[in-house]
């Protein structure tokens, strides 16, 4: 953040994909420490928080927009079926239900996310020895490796949207 322009574009252009072409410019600069942010409520008086709204990770795997993607989801179909019942769509037995089906898969993901960043992003000689030998066996531990991607896509049978 405290390099000039230039010494900005010269340090962040091997990191950038030649197919993007040169890096000629940069715009004003800020940043964030991403870190995991989890709202106590999704709901209140006829009002639904979704995705960044109601929470943030570290961009681990894209999780946040999986779970924003989730959350509109359980949202439309509990509107969908409200409206077809013709019910309130506002109703707070709707929103308390749409907070509870999204509030603990929602957790579980962001304590996952923030548990990978910590430990990959972390340089302590016996945890990447620990790091190592979870991917080589998580490797050869195929329906364990397969599960955690179905989950993290959204897909597995267990998961609140089946």
Request: net charge positive; aromatic share 6%; hydrophobic share 40%.
């Amino acid at each position: 953040m405290s390099l000039d322009d230039a010494a900005f574009i010269e340090t962040m252009a091997p990191r950038i994909s030649l197919q993007l072409g040169r890096v000629l410019s940069v715009s004003l600069r800020s940043g964030y420490t991403p870190r995991r942010q989890h709202s106590k409520a999704y709901q209140a008086h006829r009002l639904a928080l979704v995705g960044d709204a109601a929470h943030a990770t570290h961009p681990v795997g894209g999780q946040g927009f999986n779970m924003g993607v989730r959350d509109v989801a359980v949202l439309a179909a509990l509107l969908t079926n409200a409206q077809v019942m013709g019910t309130d769509p506002g109703h707070a037995d709707l929103l308390r239900q749409y907070q509870k089906q999204r509030q603990t898969d929602n957790a579980t993901v962001l304590f996952g996310t923030d548990l990978a960043n910590r430990l990959f992003s972390n340089g302590w000689l016996p945890l990447q020895w620990i790091r190592r030998l979870g991917l080589v066996g998580l490797e050869h531990i195929a329906p364990l490796k397969r599960e955690l991607g179905r989950y993290g896509m959204g897909l597995a049978v267990n998961h609140p949207l089946h």
